[in-house]
């Protein structure tokens, strides 16, 4: 069974920036795919960025430029920095991991941006 624990949510202006972290338990240098998910009220819940083992990346066009995805091996942990928020951004966001062929989510952290 994989963990993953989300943290670094919060409140935010408008243009701030704000960092998540996922730490996963497992070793994810040898997952199939690693991505953050966010779900708004009454939407959805929608891919924001992924990567893959090898290092591709991919991001939903509204955060392209934005918003970067990256890990850290050595410590389990995937980051999404975000940047310029807006308040479209507001949303529950998931990490999920893929470390074969099964999918484990986390249990969320809140962003909010206010304007």
């Known amino acids: 069974q994989v963990q993953l624990v989300e943290s670094g949510g919060g409140l935010v202006q408008a243009g701030g920036s704000l960092t998540l972290s996922c730490v996963v338990s497992?070793?994810?240098?040898?997952?199939?795919?690693m991505g953050w998910y966010r779900q708004a009220p009454a939407k959805q819940r929608e891919l924001v960025a992924g990567?893959?083992?090898?290092?591709?990346?991919n991001y939903a066009d509204s955060v392209k430029g934005r918003f970067t995805i990256s890990r850290d091996t050595t410590k389990n942990t995937v980051y999404l920095q975000m940047n310029s928020l807006k308040p479209e951004d507001t949303a529950v966001y998931y990490c999920?991991?893929?470390?074969?062929?099964?999918?484990?989510w986390g249990q969320g952290t809140q962003v909010t941006v206010s304007s």
């Open positions: 497992g070793s994810i240098a040898s997952f199939n795919y």
């Open positions: 999920s991991v893929v470390p074969i062929n099964w999918r484990y």
């Open positions: 990567i893959t083992r090898g290092g591709s990346t």
